[in-house]
Nanobody, 124 residues
């Protein structure tokens, strides 16, 4: 069992920055790749970024590449998402999850034990 708690969301103006955190407990966190996804109202959950267990490999959605950075601190059982140059279209609930189920880095079905999410709202 893995428990995840996301934090760091909020309301910021376009062009601003936020840093999301995802704190994990339970199973050995450092063994698993981790991903960030987001879901806007009326839309499906979409991939944002992912990171390998060591932190040496990262993946990004095209829509956030160059603006967002995923990182992790295995000693703290925490994964981060630094979000810069935020746009109104980044508004969504952001979720983290470990990649436990499948081989695709980009599919939500590859991930399990979702956290409760943290709301990010970007005003224009």
């Amino acid at each position: 069992q893995v428990q995840l708690v996301e934090s760091g969301g909020g309301l910021v103006q376009a062009g601003g920055s936020l840093r999301l955190s995802c704190a994990a407990s339970g199973r050995t966190f450092s063994r698993y790749a981790m991903g960030w996804f987001r879901q806007a109202p009326g839309k499906e959950r979409e991939f944002v970024a992912a990171i390998s267990w060591s932190g040496g490999i990262t993946y990004y959605a095209d829509s956030v590449k160059g603006r967002f950075t995923i990182s992790r601190d295995n000693a703290k059982n925490t994964v981060y998402l630094q979000m810069n140059s935020l746009k109104p279209e980044d508004t969504a609930v952001y979720y983290c999850a470990p990649k436990l189920l499948g081989s695709s880095w980009y599919a939500p079905s590859s991930y399990d034990y979702w956290g409760q999410g943290t709301q990010v709202t970007i005003s224009s």
